[in-house]
């Protein structure tokens, strides 16, 4: 009896142990900083050194049109900007797992994965350089014929979504591949074989099956997207009007600590409430989706 | 004779320098059960999808209730295919798996459901529509997936090798309920197999295929009991080989000597002079067994043999015995009678078979070939 019961014992020790770094990395640098934004952000400083609680930086937040219009545009930006992901990459993703084989499939991929060997901001320069006024493409487009003058083509939405789409390309392709991958191209044979049309094998038998990929890459990208704060801003400069960077300001600019603790809680919840509002719109759940990607 | 649901004309097919499928023509007739019948890798796979659509012939065409398929996709074909390991859509129950084909034809719902119901019913899964994929047991789900072809009313059913997945006892089971299946429903079945008996026992014309050409079509007993080619008499059904050279041919009947030093007597299949390489047949059942010489049949040469070891498998029971002065190894069924139930390994027998039973085949390559 105690026997059983020592042993137990040092199996639950032994487990502790092992989840002890996850554990740590979870308390130390997710959980506390997190306690003390939120603390931060549901206080009000009344004089120097003075403060007491309220919630006083959300109603700013809702009182200052500037404010919630940035939001909803880096929602609606974000949003986009993965849906544009879905459709380039599910190509790509469904000529590595179907179509090529062996060396090439890998070699596709490869390609797909090397941007990455380079930093973000290097990548975002060199995006600078191609399409500033005195960059290579608007000189490459007068050269052409196609325009004049050299125009600028940075500091446009469309070029932040061009950026972001670079930039998350591979996390999307990655639990596409893995998804289509698990697909039995006989599936795909059987329901042409029963008079299936290409785009109803597409609606009917692939996209079903990799509809977990499918999510798993859209939470993905776009958190990864509104929380990126590198290419809005260097692609976009003034314009950009991204969320990340009101928060930033406030903590860096402003001095307003208290204000971008409640502009980074409101962006968990956006992000948090959209994954929730997608999972439930697919009928997936979450478990099944992390699981895949 | 009405126009055949399959025919085949003059089909190639050639991955690189590999011909899987050479030069191959045969029809098949309307309401017909038709396998083709080989080893791995001689081709019948190739020729199925090539029926099917998802292959194009490099050279030849296929006809299908008298119709070119040429340029004829696969969703457009009047042919429906029961896959290897069935390929059922997970993603649906099984009743919208039944129902999958008549919704691309742009079948109203309601009917949809009333026929994918009646189908179901049809091979005993009454009831079974709402279920998912994977609560169904092995067979289940075989009929599933030929209900959700003949729901679709095919002129013709390919069917690779469906049985392949499952255990020995439902395969039993499966052929049986195969057949009938289709004598009920009367559509032509286009059936590969790997497995002669699979083939014998369901079809009314076996192609015997091999290296990408037919040796032999004709039906079930036609392939047994006269096979056109060694391969055919080989692969068919279980045989003893004995290979060796003529001795003599006298009026179809050749006296061959083995390598081992046997000399048996075997009805000639093709030209055959004396000196040639050859190769000779005995099904087990042709041969009879006696303790004595007097217990076998009069008239046929009768030999001196040891038994080797003893194949207890019921019905199918057989006895593998060394002919006295060759050592070579012969195997014989026993019969039924349990006359021979109390055999035991070393014992002293007779022997004997008749030699129009057995064929001899000349030895391609050989001169006299």
């Known amino acids: 009896m105690l026997e059983a019961g020592t042993r137990r014992w040092q199996a639950r020790l032994m487990l502790g142990l092992f989840l002890m770094p996850a554990v740590l990395w979870l308390v130390s640098l997710i959980i506390l900083p997190h306690l003390d934004l939120a603390i931060l952000s549901f206080r009000e400083r009344v004089a120097p050194r003075e403060y007491r609680a309220s919630l006083e930086q959300y109603r700013t937040f809702f009182a200052e049109p500037l404010y919630w219009h940035i939001f909803v545009r880096t929602a609606l930006m974000s949003a986009i900007a993965t849906l544009l992901t879905l459709l380039i990459a599910f190509p790509i993703a469904w000529t590595i797992a179907k179509l090529l084989r062996g060396r090439a499939s890998s070699l596709l991929f490869v390609v797909c994965l090397i941007p990455f060997w380079v930093s973000e901001t290097v990548r975002t320069l060199g995006w600078m350089i191609l399409l500033r006024e005195s960059g290579v493409l608007p000189s490459l487009l007068v050269k052409l014929g196609i325009t004049d003058v050299p125009i600028e083509l940075l500091y446009r939405d469309s070029t932040i979504l061009v950026g972001l789409v670079y930039t998350s390309l591979l996390f999307m392709v990655v639990p596409l591949v893995g998804s289509l991958e698990s697909l039995d191209n006989a599936l795909i044979e059987a329901a042409y074989d029963l008079g299936a049309s290409g785009w109803s094998v597409l609606r009917k038998i692939v996209i079903p099956h990799a509809a977990p990929g499918i999510t798993a890459g859209c939470i993905v990208v776009f958190m990864m997207t509104l929380g990126n704060y590198l290419t809005p801003t260097l692609l976009g400069g003034k314009n950009s009007q991204w969320f990340t960077e009101q928060i930033y300001t406030q903590f860096i600019t402003r001095f307003n600590w208290e204000q971008g603790a409640a502009f980074g809680f409101l962006l968990l919840l956006l992000s948090t409430s959209m994954v929730w509002v997608g999972l439930r719109l697919t009928g997936q759940r979450f478990g099944e989706v992390m699981r895949r990607s | ?369």
């Open chain 2, 1 to 369: 004779m009405s126009t055949p649901d399959l025919e085949a004309r003059s089909l190639v097919k050639r991955f690189g320098a590999y011909t899987a499928v050479d030069t191959l023509s045969f029809s098949v007739a309307r309401g017909s059960f038709f396998s083709i019948l080989g080893p791995s890798g001689c081709g019948k796979t190739t020729l199925l999808r090539m029926i099917a659509g998802f292959i194009a012939p490099d050279e030849g065409d296929i006809l299908i209730g008298g119709n070119s398929m040429a340029d004829v996709a696969p969703n457009r074909r009047p042919v429906n295919m029961v896959f290897q390991q069935l390929a059922l859509f997970p993603m649906m129950s099984v009743g919208e798996n039944v129902a999958f084909g008549l919704a691309r034809r742009g079948v109203a719902r309601a009917e949809r459901v009333k026929k994918s119901a009646e189908m179901l019913e049809r091979v005993g899964l009454g009831g079974a529509g709402h279920k998912a994929v994977d609560e169904l047991s092995g067979g289940q789900r075989q009929r599933v997936a030929i209900a959700r072809s003949l729901v679709l009313e095919p002129t013709l059913l390919l069917l690779d090798e469906p049985l392949g997945a499952l255990d020995l006892k439902l395969r039993e089971h499966m052929k049986i309920e195969l057949k009938q299946l289709q004598a009920a429903f009367g559509t032509t079945f286009v059936y590969i197999t790997h497995d002669q008996s699979e083939a014998l026992v369901l079809s009314d014309h076996v192609g015997v295929m091999n290296k990408g050409r037919f040796e032999q079509l004709g039906t079930p007993q036609e392939l047994y009991y006269s096979p056109a080619t060694p391969f055919v008499a080989g692969f068919v059904g279980s045989n003893n080989k004995i290979a060796g050279r003529a001795k003599s041919v006298q009026g179809g009947i050749v006296e061959l000597e083995s390598a081992e030093g046997w000399s048996i007597h075997a009805q000639a299949h093709g030209a055959i002079a004396a000196g040639a390489a050859v190769e000779a047949f005995v099904r087990p059942e042709v041969a009879s067994l006696g303790r004595t010489s007097s217990e076998l049949p009069a008239g046929h040469p009768q030999y001196a043999a040891t038994v080797e070891s003893l194949l207890f498998d019921g019905a199918n029971s057989a006895v593998l015995v060394r002919e006295q002065k060759s050592r070579f190894e012969f195997r014989i069924a026993l019969p039924q009678t349990g006359r021979f139930a109390d055999l035991k390994v070393g014992e002293a027998l007779q022997f004997g078979f008749d030699p129009a039973r057995a064929v001899c085949f000349p030895v391609a390559g050989s001169p006299s070939a």
